[in-house]
T-cell receptor, first 113, second 113 residues
Framework: KAGVTQTPRYLIKTRGQQVTLSCSPI?????VSWYQQTPGQGLQFLFE???????NKGNFPGRFSGRQFSNSRSEMNVSTLELGDSALYLC????????????FGEGSRLTVL | GQNIDQPTEMTATEGAIVQINCTYQ??????LFWYQQHAGEAPTFLSY??LDGLEEKGRFSSFLSRSKGYSYLLLKELQMKDSASYLC??????????????WGLGTSLAVNP
């Protein structure tokens, strides 16, 4: 079956702009988590959605937001981009909230200039 | 605070055995995961430990000691394709008593011929 799909794979934005990233989970998976990955900070948890509801949230400012649709697809949005937002954004899906194995997408690499 | 420590880099020879250690200090414990991430690719699940002891899966084994806050990933019969970053993650609890994954920065393993 198809894996986790993230779009776009690469994008370049300038400071102050906003960006929307999309994630389609594995068919049948209802939980979607988002992570920011940078060399210095590693994987940082952003938020987790299950059945269109945010179930868990990391320690990121309100500029980072997300949502999940009825088909389990998820989007995350970052507004008023800062240079420090440059990172690989990874989406992971799982069958349910806090189940063992996460299946990751290939990520969206964001560069903020 | 919550903290996960693992070595930054390791080097080993093809055919050899390597042990990657992970120590953690978290508020609550609900399982430890190991993921493998090749450069430019998504992390992929390797193992999950929730009880003390050794879990073996082919060439890879993972050990957990909850009393010591310690785990290791053992890779046997190393192959060149094992060159990757190995991520240790602990499922812990945040301030709202919600479970979430805390990630180490990863151990970059280089396998030399």
């Amino acid at each position: 079956k198809a894996g986790v799909t993230q779009t776009p794979r690469y994008l370049i934005k300038t400071r102050g702009q906003q960006v929307t990233l999309s994630c389609s989970p594995i068919s049948g998976h209802r939980s979607v988590s988002w992570y920011q990955q940078t060399p210095g900070q590693g994987l940082q948890f952003l938020f987790e959605y299950f059945s269109e509801t945010q179930r868990n949230k990391g320690n990121f400012p309100g500029r980072f937001s997300g949502r999940q649709f009825s088909n389990s697809r998820s989007e995350m949005n970052v507004s008023t981009l800062e240079l420090g937002d440059s990172a690989l954004y990874l989406c992971a899906s799982s069958l349910g909230v806090n189940t063992g194995e996460l299946f990751f997408g290939e990520g969206s690499r964001l560069t903020v200039l | 605070g919550q903290n996960i420590d693992q070595p930054t880099e390791m080097t080993a020879t093809e055919g050899a055995i390597v042990q990657i250690n992970c120590t953690y200090q978290t508020s609550g414990f609900n399982g430890l995961f190991w993921y493998q991430q090749h450069a430019g690719e998504a992390p992929t699940f390797l193992s999950y430990n929730v009880l003390d002891g050794l879990e073996e899966k082919g060439r890879f084994s993972s050990f957990l000691s909850r009393s010591k806050g310690y785990s290791y990933l053992l890779l046997k019969e190393l192959q060149m394709k094992d060159s990757a970053s190995y991520l240790c993650a602990v499922r812990s609890y945040n301030a709202g008593n919600n479970r979430k994954l805390i990630w180490g920065l990863g151990t970059s393993l280089a396998v030399n011929p």
